[in-house]
């Protein structure tokens, strides 16, 4: 890694949605590609990047799995999240126009965006790993049958062309993505400042295997005075059947109430995991 300048993780393509905000949080850092959300995570893991940003969350879509399962399964701590309003744009090359598009290639949570869309065009659906490798293959297909859904950076980027602008069927669509660390401390004033505030948490629980054990979880947080506003679950995977509760909230887990809630929910919970304690989401522009 640079000495002086800060390496950040994402997955995708130039033009992906996650590289653009890498790039409004940490305008003057260097902002690397890697091919999967693993591959993002483990760049932190193993050093080769200070921080990774990666979508948790979509407004329409619902979570990003995989991230979620990244969260549960290794050792990286939310340094904050941040929200960002997602416009989708229908994408081609210079030749064609909208009548000619038979076929669209986008991330699966982009086609599900745009679903009503894509339906009452009669589009042909074909996934991709994320909406910027899904423009960059229609650059290089240069079949004027073929369209990506994704931003309006990434036709400026791969010489596309908008046919057709704010796809998505919800105005407020948004993605909430995670800013994921070893645990290492911001290196200047101005990311301290963004990083410093313990207005959020995370946590991710596994249970008891007793009745009322996930009810008195959840009440055991508002018991001392925390608002829980997320609650999903997962497969554990190695357990046929066996799930974690992945939670946020609100509040700072350094508090006295907070050290005694996460010591009650250790007293009722198999184990508990803490994500990271942050500011509340910061909505991007």
């Not at 018991?223 to 509040?251: A, C, H, V």
Request: with cysteine.
């Amino acid at each position: 890694m640079a000495e002086n300048k800060l390496q950040i993780a994402y997955s995708g393509v130039q033009g992906a949605y996650a590289g653009i905000v890498a790039g409004k949080i940490f305008p003057e850092a260097d902002i690397i590609s890697y091919s999967s959300f693993r591959q993002a995570y483990e760049a932190v893991e193993k050093k080769e990047c200070d921080y990774a940003v990666l979508p948790i969350e979509n407004s329409y879509a619902g979570e990003v799995a995989q991230v979620t399962d990244l969260l549960y399964g290794g050792n990286l701590k939310i340094a904050g999240i941040f929200e960002l309003p997602i416009v989708h744009n229908l994408l081609g090359i210079e030749e064609t126009d909208l009548t000619k598009i038979k076929t669209v290639y986008s991330h699966p949570q982009a086609l599900d965006q745009c679903s009503e869309y894509i339906y009452l065009h009669g589009f042909e659906k074909r996934v991709a790993t994320n909406t910027a490798l899904a423009a960059k293959e229609v650059a290089l297909l240069k079949d004027p049958s073929v369209a990506a859904i994704a931003s309006r950076e990434t036709a400026e980027i791969y010489g596309l062309k908008v046919l057709e602008q704010a796809i998505n069927e919800s105005e407020s669509n948004t993605t909430r993505f995670v800013v994921l660390s070893a645990g290492k401390d911001p290196d200047s004033e101005k990311q301290r400042e963004v990083f410093k505030r313990k207005e959020a948490f995370t946590l991710i629980l596994i249970v008891k295997n007793e009745a009322g054990a996930v009810a008195r979880a959840i009440t055991t947080i508002g018991d001392f005075g925390f608002n829980m506003r997320t609650l999903r679950s997962r497969p554990q995977k190695t357990l046929l059947w066996s799930y974690y509760f992945y939670i946020e909230g609100e509040g700072d887990l350094g508090s006295v109430k907070g050290v005694e809630m996460l010591r009650a929910l250790g007293e009722n919970c198999e184990s508990v995991k803490v994500l990271g304690n942050y500011p509340a989401d910061v909505i991007l522009e």
